[in-house]
C-alpha cells in the first residue's frame, strides 16, 4: 500500500483545529465565560486575578466539552435541521466518535483542573452541570417532554454559581438567585425562537412547546416566565450584589420584556405569519439583550462598591 | 521516490492541527505552573485551604 493509497482510503476531509473547536460551541462559552466571570468579581471575597482566569477557563472547557456530547448524541436531529446542518458532525468534517472522545476528555479535564485550581465544590457544580446538559437535558429531556427547555435550561443557569463558588466556597442566596435568573429567563428565550422555527423542530421531531401544544399555549407559557423572570430579576436588587443601579436597570428591563411578552400572547399566528415573526425575533434578540445588561449592571454594582461608590443606605432583604 | 517528497495537501493541515495542539498543551503547563506560584506563594496562616496551613505562623516565630 503506497502512501497516496493510504490517503485515498481514509476519510475525504480531515479535521481541522478550527472544526474541534466549532464542537465546542464557541457563541454558548462566550455567554457561558462572561456568567462565570460576573458570579466570581461580584462575590465578596477576592481572588487573584491568575486563579480567576484559570477557573474561568476551566468553566468554558467544561460547558464546551458538555457542548461536544451534546453534538454526539443530537448528530441526527442537527442533520435535519437548518439551523444545525453545518455543524461539524452533519457536515462531515468531525466523526461521531471524535466528538465523544473529545467531549469526555475535556469534561474529565475541566473538572479535575478546576477542582485544583479552584476547590471542590465549584469542580463538582461543573461536573453535574456536565452530565445535566448531556445526560439529563440532551439524552433524555430533549426528545421526551415539551418541558425539555424548561429543566434543561438549569445547566445554562449554573455557571455564575461555579464563579461565585469559586471566589466564596459555598453557595448563597446571591447565587442561588443568579441560577435562578438564568433558568426562568431560558425558557421565554427558546420558546420565541421555537415559534418562528417550528417547522424545524417539527421536521426533527423535537417535542417542543409549539408543537406538542400549540403556539397559543407557548405564547401564554411565555407570558407566565415572563413575569416570574422579572420578579427575581428585581429581587437580586435587594441582596448584597444589588443596588440602586441594577435595581433601575432590571426594573426599566423586565417592564419592556414584559410588555414584548404581552404583545406576543396578544398576537396568534395569522398576525405572527403576517410580519414573518417579526415581534417574536425581536422579542427573541431582546431577551439576549435584557440578560447580558443585568449582568453588565451586577458587574457595575461591584466596581461601585470596590470604590465606595454605592449607596450608604440600601435595603438588604435577602 | 520524488512522489515521497511533495507534501499532501492533507500533511500541510494535519501539521497546522499539531501545531494548534502543541501551542494548547503548553498554555496549559504555563497555567498550570503559574496558578502554582500563586498557591505556593500564599502565606500559609492566611491560605487557610493549604495542607501546611498554621494559624499561628507568626505567634510562634
Redesign the interface.
Known sequence: MT??SC?NDRQEY????GDYVELLKPRVMRLVIFTAAVGLFVAPNSV?P??A??SI?CIAIGAGASGALNMWWDADIDAVMKRTQNRPIPSGRVTRPEALALGLGLSGLAVM?LG??G?LLAAGLLAFTIFFYAVVYSMWLKRSTPHNIVIGGAAGAFPPMIGWAVATGGVSVESLLMFALIFIWTPPHFWALALFRNEDYKAANIPMLPVTNGTITTRRHILAYSILLAIVAIALAFTQIGGAVYFTTSTLLSALFLYGAYRLWQRDDSAALGDDFHAEKRFFGFSILYLTVLFVALLIESGLRAFDLGFAVWPMWF | MS??HKE?E?HQ??R??NI??GLALGAMVA??F??S???LSKPQDVDT?APNYSPNAEASE
Open positions: 502512501d497516496a490517503i480531515d479535521a481541522e483545529f487573584h491568575v486563579i482566569f484559570a477557563l483542573m485544583l485550581f476547590n | 512522489g515521497i499532501h492533507l493541515r494535519r497546522g492541527r494548534a495542539v497555567l498550570t503559574a496558578v506560584m500563586v498557591k485551604t
